[in-house]
């Protein structure tokens, strides 16, 4: 059973605006909840981490929240640029786990379009 | 510049054929990691490797089998590749296992198994 889902799967915005990248989870119990940009045929690579209850980041036009309790986050891209074209995936990482296991969502696809 | 390095990027094989697949890492990380990313799915575990000759299962270990001679280097072997063995392979590598540990990615391996 997929323990990280993502939505929505795909989303379309014209550059300059703002969009909203979401995250419900099921990992038990879990420590951090990481954000990964992956551009087209690239490695994935970290756009911010969340460890605390209620945390909140800022990395440039991107920031991100977590509500733990309701096992959440949101990823926020203010002023989008073509270059955020891309799948964002949310990770979550397994606490309960010797091997530091993480769970991976399958992927926002975002296109900025002109 | 620190960085994962995967070899080839792209590869076209057929089913029974020998598959190897080459990782290395610049930044003396104990910790490496394979992943298979499919469509609509979730990056899955493939092998972790806690360091030279120190390897350990993931989620889906069956059909592959793994390598660390050096510290520097991880290989995924297959062996009588089969056609469901098609998918991108990524290798990661991490200062430590743990739950906290970040990951570093590499860029990816595209297998298509005919």
């Known amino acids: 059973k997929t323990q990280v889902e993502q939505s929505p799967q795909s989303l379309v915005v014209r550059q300059g605006e703002n969009c909203v990248l979401q995250?419900?989870?099921?990992?038990?119990?879990?420590?951090?909840l990481r954000w990964f940009k992956q551009d087209t045929g690239k490695g994935l690579v970290s756009l911010t981490v969340?460890?605390?209850?209620?945390d909140k980041t800022s990395n440039g036009r991107y920031s991100a929240t977590l509500d733990k309790d309701a096992k959440h986050s949101t990823l926020h891209i203010t002023a989008t640029l073509l270059d955020d074209t891309a799948t964002y995936i949310c990770?979550?990482?397994?606490?309960?786990?010797?091997?530091?296991?993480?769970?991976f969502g399958a992927g926002t696809q975002l296109i900025v379009i002109p | 510049d620190m960085k994962v390095t995967q070899m080839p990027r792209y590869l076209i094989k057929r089913m029974g054929e020998n598959v190897l697949l080459e990782c290395g890492q610049d930044?003396?990380?104990?910790?490496m990691y394979w992943y298979r990313q499919d469509p609509g799915l979730g990056l899955q575990l493939i092998y972790i490797?806690?360091?030279?000759?120190?390897?350990s299962e993931g989620d889906i270990p069956k059909g592959y089998r793994v390598s660390r001679k050096k510290r520097e280097h991880f290989s995924l072997i297959l062996d009588s590749a089969k056609t469901n063995q098609t998918s991108v392979y990524f290798c990661?590598?991490?200062?430590?296992?743990?739950?906290?540990?970040?990951?570093?990615f590499g860029p990816g391996t595209r297998l298509t198994v005919l």
């Open positions: 990661a590598s991490s200062l430590r296992a743990g739950a906290y540990a970040e990951q570093f």
């Open positions: 995250c419900n989870y099921s990992v038990t119990p879990d420590n951090h």
């Open positions: 969340l460890v605390h209850e209620n």
């Open positions: 990770v979550v990482g397994d606490r309960g786990s010797a091997l530091g296991r993480l769970h």
């Open positions: 930044m003396s990380h104990e910790t």
């Open positions: 490797s806690y360091d030279v000759d120190s390897n």
